[in-house]
């Protein structure tokens, strides 16, 4: 069974960075674009960043220019590089298959932005 673990929350103060990053197990990997989502506390988990298997990226609107979304594909990684970060940006982070029937969720990393 696929696993995604993701790690690399914290607390930051605004304006700050973080890295997270998702370790996924099994052979969906360099087959699926994968995705970055977020939710926060009395709201839909919403996709931030994405990122196809030949490695084009897309972006919300939210965190377009603020946010890199990258992956090795030998290490079964996703990153995303969270620059110029905002009270608003704390949530729970996932990383997921964007797929018709994705894998279980991991449980997530928060991150929180102290203003």
């Known amino acids: 069974q696929v696993q995604l673990v993701e790690s690399g929350g914290g607390l930051v103060q605004a304006g700050g960075s973080l890295r997270l990053s998702c370790a996924a197990s099994?052979?969906?990997?360099?087959?699926?674009?994968m995705g970055w989502y977020r939710q926060a506390p009395g709201k839909q988990r919403e996709l931030v960043a994405a990122?196809?298997?030949?490695?084009?990226?897309n972006y919300a609107d939210s965190v377009k220019g603020r946010f890199t979304i990258s992956r090795d594909n030998a290490k079964n990684t996703v990153y995303l590089q969270m620059n110029s970060l905002k009270p608003e940006d704390t949530a729970v982070y996932y990383c997921?298959?964007?797929?018709?029937?994705?894998?279980?969720w991991g449980q997530g990393t928060q991150v929180t932005v102290s203003s």
């Open positions: 099994g052979s969906i990997f360099s087959i699926n674009a």
């Open positions: 990122i196809t298997s030949g490695g084009s990226t």
């Open positions: 997921n298959a964007i797929a018709t029937m994705p894998p279980p």
